[in-house]
């Protein structure tokens, strides 16, 4: 099974941009459903960005049209490119996968393989 690690989190000013990274071991992503979700505190795991050359990129409305999903498949790694950061896009951001499209790409709960997450912290 794919396992994920995320890293490039960090605290930075608004206004400012941060690319976050999501490796994968133990398996090819090539095959896989990506997908990047956040979660804040007291607040339910929201979805922020999918990826996957069938259907091809999905964004949740508070980040589209400031964030961007990539992959580079030979290098088992997604990316999400954070633009014109806001405080309340602060939270835990996690990488997941699923080797088949979810029913409902945008729930958390229909996603098995999760990183641990890293953490933005963006200051106003």
């Known amino acids: 099974q794919v396992q994920l690690v995320e890293s490039g989190g960090g605290l930075v000013q608004a206004g400012n941009s941060l690319r976050l990274s999501c490796v994968a071991s133990g398996g090819t992503i090539t095959y896989t459903r990506m997908a990047w979700f956040r979660q804040a505190p007291g607040k339910e795991r929201e979805f922020v960005a999918f990826s996957w050359r069938g259907v091809g990129v999905r964004y949740g409305d508070a980040v589209k049209g400031r964030f961007t999903i990539s992959r580079d498949d030979a290098k088992n790694t997604v990316y999400l490119e954070a633009n014109t950061l806001k405080p309340e896009d602060s939270a835990v951001y996690y990488c997941?996968?699923?080797?088949?499209?979810?029913?409902?790409?945008?729930?958390?709960?229909?996603?098995?393989?999760w990183g641990q997450g890293t953490q933005v912290t963006v200051s106003s």
């Open positions: 997941a996968a699923s080797p088949s499209t979810p029913n409902n790409i945008y729930n958390s709960t229909q996603w098995y393989i």
